[in-house]
């Protein structure tokens, strides 16, 4: 177990509604990252939160949103859901965003099903 | 664009062989990689990672290979356990800017027969 916990641990949402995934970070880390696993695919990276900022995205819309708390930990919001959306939403923490030194650690997952 | 591949979707093994997974990366500068772990309905799970200034690194039962001159990566699992059995995925760190993000391939199934 990496220490990193995510809720809820499933969700079924219709489209156009909003969601809220939430983190809570291993102890020590300050570094949050969110990825959006497609069924059958790799993790893509939607961004990362350092010190209650965004710190780096991927190609996602702006609909994508983040916050980080000062206890490190995380949301993830995603405005007027589409069937594509559905995916295993993955939270990951790490010591510090220093590229390339710190290794990422993975929740277990939101598993979003919008219908 | 910035990739990481696999060569094989699928690796059947029989217990107690040994696993050779292996990954292909495009970018020349990537300067991290690591190697995951991911069983059915869990995130995945770190196993072993390299930086560029090392060609090897060895774990417990895996060893991870980095080539460099032809930008391969390859994790080898010594005897082969029915609990290795999960979809392996290989990322790398881009060398672009100070955001610590991952690209990963698509995964390898890793199928261990008894």
Known sequence: ETGVTQSPTHLIKTRGQQVTLRCSSQSGHNTVSWYQQALGQ????????YREEENGRGNF?????????????????????ELDDSALYLCASSPAPHRGTDTQYFGPGTRLTVL | GE???????????????????NCAYSNSASDYFIWYKQESGKGPQFIIDIRSNM???????????????????????AATQPGDSAVYFCAENP???ATNKLIFGTGTLLAVQP
């Open chain 2, 55 to 77: 060609d090897k690194r060895q774990g417990q039962r895996v060893t991870v290979l980095l080539n460099k001159t032809v930008k391969h990566l390859s994790l080898q699992i």
């Open chain 1, 42 to 49: 790799g993790p893509q990276f939607i961004f990362q939160y």
């Open chain 2, 3 to 21: 990739s990481v591949g696999l060569h094989l979707p699928t690796l059947s093994v029989q217990e107690g062989d040994n696993s050779i997974i």
């Open chain 2, 95 to 97: 060398a672009s800017g």
């Open chain 1, 61 to 81: 819309p702006p609909r994508f949103s983040g916050l980080q708390f000062p206890n490190y930990s995380s949301e993830l919001n995603v405005n007027a859901l």
